[in-house]
Nanobody, 123 residues
């Protein structure tokens, strides 16, 4: 079973950038499909980005396409989310999650979750 710990969140002004990291331990990291979700206050958890097991394929939610880039380094057991041109609507807690089953944009399809990292974007 894999454990996930996110880092890299913080406060930034609109137009700025942040890079989130998610460190994995336990299990064989390359066996897991990795995904980023976010949840803003009072809203449902929203799909942000997906990275396949090799890192060769990625998918993004419509609201972040062209601004966010997901990647992974299987030698470091880590997945990343580079976030550029941030705006206040990106304010949320960002979670990484893992599963061995494959691509899904539904949160309930992912078995393992980190504790989240807060991203706050001010105008």
């Amino acid at each position: 079973q894999v454990q996930l710990v996110e880092s890299g969140g913080g406060s930034v002004q609109a137009g700025g950038s942040l890079r989130l990291s998610c460190a994995a331990s336990g299990g064989t990291f390359s066996h897991y499909y990795m995904v980023w979700f976010r949840q803003a206050p009072g809203k449902e958890r929203e799909f942000v980005a997906f990275v396949n097991r090799s890192g060769g394929s990625t998918y993004y939610g419509d609201s972040v396409k062209g601004r966010f880039t997901a990647s992974r380094d299987n030698t470091k057991n880590a997945v990343y989310l580079q976030m550029n041109n941030l705006n206040p609507d990106d304010t949320a807690i960002y979670f990484c999650a893992a599963d061995e089953s494959g691509f899904s944009h539904r949160a309930e399809d992912y078995q393992y979750w980190g504790q989240g990292t807060q991203v706050t974007v001010s105008s």
